[in-house]
């Protein structure tokens, strides 16, 4: 089974501009949730989707935002990108059934603010 | 709120020696599931293990146990007989929702010298 993929792996912007990232979940998996990580915040939570609807938010400004198509597959946005915003973003998919609470992770794309 | 501290942020072991990740948590809901990932150099979170509130049981897997303690919020990790290639970062986290909002820790570095 193939596991969850991202793309791009790397970007670089300008500030200012936006930025659209990709998550494709492991087949069969129907919720996606989204990571940020920095060398001084660690592991942040951003969103999950279940089913093309947002089912819980982190502590996020809205210049991130996210969706999620009917076949999984999620986009997250950020716009009017900061020098901040550079990140390792992670992508990880679960089934989203009760009862299994695993979440696997893609390589997650590493995005440079410049 | 919740919370997760890994208080170890290096450790460096000679090869096939033990080595022990704590992890403590703290949370108010009686409810709550707790995990272990590796994040190896290539970057992708690794799932490791999951343990429920309700299940105390400790765990050993190969060269890996895991020691759950309610009574110490602890939830710690040993390798056994370490090796080079269990050079990684490990991470804690805690949910409060199955499978939603993963609150990591912020992970401990190992390295393992041969």
């Known amino acids: 089974k193939a596991g969850v993929t991202q793309t791009p792996r790397y970007l670089i912007k300008t500030r200012g501009q936006q930025v659209t990232l990709s998550c494709s979940p492991i087949s069969g998996h129907r919720s996606v949730s989204w990571y940020q990580q920095t060398p001084g915040q660690g592991l942040q939570f951003l969103f999950e989707y279940f089913s093309e609807t947002q089912r819980n938010k982190g502590n996020f400004p809205g210049r991130f935002s996210g969706r999620q198509f009917s076949n999984s597959r999620s986009e997250m946005n950020v716009s009017t990108l900061e020098l901040g915003d550079s990140a390792l973003y992670l992508c990880a998919s679960s089934t989203g059934q009760v009862g299994v609470y695993e979440q696997y992770f893609g390589p997650g794309t590493r995005l440079t603010v410049t | 709120a919740q919370k997760v501290t890994q208080a170890q942020t290096e450790i460096s072991v000679v090869e096939k020696e033990d080595v022990t990740l704590d992890c403590v948590y703290e949370t108010r809901d009686t409810t709550y599931y707790l995990f272990w990932y590796k994040q190896p150099p290539s970057g992708e979170l690794v799932f490791l293990i999951r343990?429920?509130?309700?299940?105390?049981q400790n765990e050993i897997s190969g060269r890996y146990s895991w020691n759950f303690q309610k009574s110490t919020s602890s939830f710690n990790f040993t390798i056994t007989a370490s090796q080079v290639v269990d050079s990684a970062v490990y991470f804690c986290a805690l949910s409060e929702e199955a499978g939603t909002a993963l609150i990591f820790g912020k992970g401990t570095t190992l390295s393992v010298s041969s």
């Open positions: 343990r429920n509130s309700f299940d105390e």
